[in-house]
C-alpha cells in the first residue's frame, strides 16, 4: 500500500481508538471534562460538541497522519514506526492538555492529564503500528 493511503487508514484507526478512550473518560466522570464542547470553544464555535466532534476526527484522521508522515524519519525511537508515533504523540498531547482542558482544576485535571496522555499514546501506538503493517515494513 502506499504511504499516504497508510498513514489514511492508520489515522482512521488511531481515532476510532482514541475516540473511544475519550468516551470512556467521560462517561467516568460523569461528563465533567466534556472534550468535544472544549474543541469547539478553541475554534470559536462553543455549545456545539458536534462540530468539536467532526474537526476531532479530521485532525485524527487527516492531518496528524499526514503530519507523522512527513516528520516519522526524523523521530526517535525507530525503525519502529509504532515506537515514534509514540513519541509523536506525545508531542501532540502537550498542546491538547494545556489548551483542552477548559475549566478543569485540583485532582480532576491531574486525572485528565494522564488519561489524555495514556490516550495520545494509544492513538500514537495505533497509527504507527498501522501504517507500519500497511506498508509491510518490520
Do not use: C
Not at 52 to 60: N, Q
Amino acid at each position: 500500500m502506499k504511504r499516504f493511503p497508510s498513514a489514511v487508514a492508520a489515522g482512521v484507526s488511531a481515532t476510532t481508538v482514541m475516540t473511544l478512550l475519550l468516551l470512556l473518560l467521560e462517561v467516568e466522570t460523569r461528563s465533567a471534562m466534556d472534550i468535544f464542547y472544549v474543541i469547539a470553544r478553541f475554534i470559536g464555535t462553543p455549545n456545539d460538541p458536534a462540530v468539536g466532534f467532526a474537526l476531532f476526527v479530521v485532525a485524527g484522521v487527516v492531518a496528524w497522519p499526514l503530519l507523522f508522515l512527513a516528520l516519522e524519519p526524523y523521530l526517535p525511537r525507530g525503525p519502529d514506526p509504532a515506537a515514534r508515533g509514540v513519541v509523536f504523540a506525545s508531542l501532540l498531547w502537550v498542546p491538547f492538555v494545556i489548551t483542552g482542558r477548559g475549566d478543569i482544576g485540583g485532582p480532576l485535571l491531574i486525572l485528565f492529564s494522564a488519561y489524555t496522555l495514556f490516550a495520545h499514546w494509544a492513538y500514537g501506538f495505533t497509527l504507527g503500528a498501522v501504517y507500519g503493517r500497511l506498508l509491510d515494513r518490520a
